[in-house]
């Protein structure tokens, strides 16, 4: 069996991500070798908390390390940016944003020389960072702006995952007035373009996506808004012609209610749907689907997943936490790094 290196960076010592990702990576698949960045002491009393034997930790500080790591261990990246003193559960500090950002860029780094196959992201607090004072936080919106940033990618879609429902957004983390102006043709065609790659990683050779659009009712012949004129039909076509210049095959349809979209992709008649904004997505995934589903970003150079929730700061340290969504970023990462082809389906050019 070959075994495959999973980065995972843990999120916010203060938060519940500690604690899933020791859950989910002691319950990871065999094929799954979990190495997690975080800080040692914390994952230490999250895995006693957890009721995991102390013995499965083991801190590795080389790819040799990693490599040697026994079936049923789970890997603590030494060199990982330490905590001075333990963090505080539901109430992040300077130091707590600083070192959730470090740990970020220190797992990544684990992917890009090599050591490790996939990128797996625990839940992160973007104020928490923004207000660290750490070098490059300031403005840090979210894991999806910031790898795509530091990776030099040309474009990236976050998409989720969930039960039945696989949503791709054209605008990602903006405040919702500035939504219509950021759904440009060209956002809408990235999105369905990426959406399309990534139904096809998961098998689907002609999927059929249903593009949401903006307004009540699909703007109601141009009453209640423009923007499915002006920006979502244009960018179906553009879509449409890159796809078919790739040599993709899939069907589009919209613009759609957004409401109808999300109904009818539960219901099987679309294998996915592309959202406009953010919670237009991860509201359907999330009564669908929550603590399962699993955020993934398209076109960057390595292979990312997340989970969908967040820090659950009012449930850290309770025991409370449902590892489920990590588990299921862990069998993702998986799914995709077993397989060239499948990652290089969602991965882009730098
Ligand atoms: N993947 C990431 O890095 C994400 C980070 N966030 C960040 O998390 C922070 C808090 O965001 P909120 O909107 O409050 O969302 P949240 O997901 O942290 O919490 C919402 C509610 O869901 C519960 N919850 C969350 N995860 C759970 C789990 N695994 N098991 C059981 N209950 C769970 C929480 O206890 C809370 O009651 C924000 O700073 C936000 O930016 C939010 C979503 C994703
Ligand atoms: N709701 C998803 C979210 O906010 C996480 O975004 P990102 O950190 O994966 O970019």
Request: net charge neutral; glycine share 10%.
């Amino acid at each position: 069996m070959k075994r495959q290196t999973i980065a995972v960076s843990v999120g916010c010592p203060s938060g519940i991500g500690p604690e899933v990702a020791v859950h989910a990576a002691a319950n990871a698949d065999a094929e799954a070798r979990c190495v997690l960045v975080g800080d040692t002491e914390t994952l230490r009393r999250a895995a006693h908390d957890g009721k995991i034997a102390a013995s499965r930790l083991r801190v590795v500080a080389s790819a040799q390390e990693i490599e040697a790591l026994a079936l049923g261990e789970i890997g603590v990246w030494g060199p990982s940016t330490q905590l001075a003193a333990p963090a505080q559960p539901g109430a992040p500090d300077r130091k707590a944003g600083a070192a959730q950002l470090a740990w970020v860029n220190e797992a990544l780094a684990l992917v890009q020389d090599g050591t490790a196959a996939a990128l797996v992201t625990g839940p992160v607090s973007k104020l928490a960072i923004a207000t660290s004072g750490a070098p490059g936080a300031k403005g840090f919106s979210g894991h999806t702006e910031h790898l795509a940033a530091r990776l030099g990618a040309r474009e990236v879609v976050m998409a989720f995952r969930a039960a039945n429902i696989t949503t791709a957004l054209v605008t990602t983390h903006l405040p919702l007035a500035e939504v219509p102006a950021a759904v440009t043709p060209d956002a809408v065609a990235t999105s369905c373009y990426w959406l399309v790659r990534l139904l096809r990683s998961l098998g689907m050779e002609a999927p059929r996506v249903a593009v949401a659009a903006l307004n009540p009712h699909a703007g109601e012949g141009g009453m209640l808004g423009i923007e499915e004129e002006t920006s979502i039909k244009p960018g179906i076509e553009r879509a449409n012609e890159r796809l078919a210049a790739d040599g993709f095959f899939a069907q589009l349809s919209g613009p759609l209610g957004a409401e109808t979209a999300f109904r009818k992709q539960a219901a099987g008649a679309f294998d996915g749907v592309v959202a406009m904004y953010h919670d237009q997505a991860t509201i359907p995934c999330k009564l669908v689907g929550f603590g399962e589903a699993v955020n993934v970003t398209l076109g960057l150079p390595v292979i990312r997943t997340s989970v969908d929730h967040g820090t659950g700061y009012d449930i850290a340290g309770t025991g409370k936490a449902d590892p489920r969504g990590m588990e299921s970023a862990l069998a993702l990462a998986l799914t995709l790094a077993k397989v060239r082809g499948r990652a290089s389906l969602i991965a882009g050019a730098s």
